[in-house]
């Protein structure tokens, strides 16, 4: 008589940062368990963090993860950021692997089940990418994605797909590296590229938000394309250093003109050009301080050493 082994059953944790998504947590949460259904050899749980928001999301979280044993959540003292969500989320794991996926469901949860199968062959990080291929987003969010992309990708030393989004799994060695980093501005679109490991980049079609507006303004977006920058590289300290170089070599065209004016005895004029030109040179000085200041604003925060976030209340199996 033969004895067969039963299938080994992984566990999924599933990593839900929400900042004011009370009409998206119920929705959500039934997704999610439609996808498990047809996946029987998988168990999950729903790690949400509430951000510190500010309508319904902590009392629709309290009140789901009474009745429901795989909803757990992190309720944040206030709003530390997506990023720090995250982070949050992954020190909580503790599956085998974990998904890190938005609660607008504009990231669907239906594709969940092909980044498995592509775990399951091999790849320790799948990740997804939107493609601009649907109505629901606007011809400016699309250029300004490309904006953001192309920038991060000019001037850091990583290299992002147009559209990369938070949405991916994660295998619970790389969850554990990346718990292990002590950085204190984190960017994980970045974070996840840089440490390597076998990964896998896989499209998908944003979905119209059910609940809520959107929370990635362009002014956001100029932030996280700075915090991106700034996080990876040191170029633009090279690029400000080029910038003085090349301009004080160009200061010294300006000398044969003076030479000329008091030999031949010009008059001095042109007082706008000499305003302007003040003016450019004075912007640029200003630029260059704000490069250098960012990077010494990165060492005095991370020499602080204060906590990604604080956690005010907690449900965890």
Known sequence: MTN????????????????????NIHPFNEAVKAVFASLPQYNYQIIFINDGSSDQTREVLVSLAAIDQRVAYLDFSRNFGKDNALAAGLNASKGDAAVTIDA?????????????????????????????ANEHTSFLNKQTSHWFYKLVNQLSDIELEDGISDFRLIDKKVVTILNSLQEQDLFYRGLIKWVGFQQKSIPYIPDKRAFGETKYSTTALFKLAIRGITSFTTKPLYIATYLGFTFSLLSL???????????????????ASVIATIAFFGGMQLMILGIIGTYLGKLFMQSKQRPHYIIRESKLP
């Open 253 to 271: 065209l300006y000398i044969p003109y003076i030479v000329i004016s008091l030999v031949w005895e010009h008059p001095v004029s042109g007082w």
């Open 104 to 132: 607008d469901l504009q990231h669907p949860p239906a594709l969940i089940k092909e980044m498995i199968a592509h775990w399951e062959k091999g790849f320790e990080v799948v990740y997804a990418h939107r493609e601009f």
């Open 4 to 23: 067969t082994l039963d299938p080994v059953i992984k566990s999924i944790d599933i990593i839900v940062p929400a900042f004011n998504e009370s009409g």
